[in-house]
């Protein structure tokens, strides 16, 4: 029962900041790379920024300078930190981990329902 609740979505202007948090719960043993990926209406679903449990993180080209992304590991938490939001930027942000259920599990890829972002002109 592992579950991805995604938080921090909703409506801003063009400029403006957003903080998108999801906290992993459940049967967990192990979550190796936790991460964010969007999809606007029309296209196909985009990787935005990932981070690793080491800490390592990875923002997509176009992102980077704007996006954040960051971890609490204690809290099987990730966050994306958005700014100088545009309206190209609409989409809905899901959020995703790669993890182990259980010692000796495959490790697998879950998501979250998806929080809506939109950036008004």
């Known amino acids: 029962q592992v579950q991805l609740v995604e938080s921090g979505g909703g409506l801003v202007q063009t400029g403006g900041s957003l903080r998108l948090s999801c906290a992993a719960s459940?049967?967990?043993?192990?979550?190796?790379?936790m991460g964010w990926y969007r999809q606007a209406p029309g296209n196909q679903r985009e990787l935005v920024a990932t981070?690793?449990?080491?800490?390592?993180?990875h923002i997509a080209d176009s992102l980077k300078g704007r996006f954040t992304i960051s971890r609490d590991n204690a809290k099987n938490t990730v966050y994306l930190q958005m700014g100088s939001l545009t309206p190209e930027d609409t989409a809905v942000y899901y959020c995703n981990a790669l993890l182990q259920r259980s010692i000796g599990d495959y490790t697998g890829n879950y998501w979250g329902q998806g929080t809506q972002v939109t950036v008004s002109s």
């Open positions: 459940g049967s967990i043993f192990s979550i190796n790379v």
């Open positions: 981070i690793t449990s080491a800490g390592t993180t």
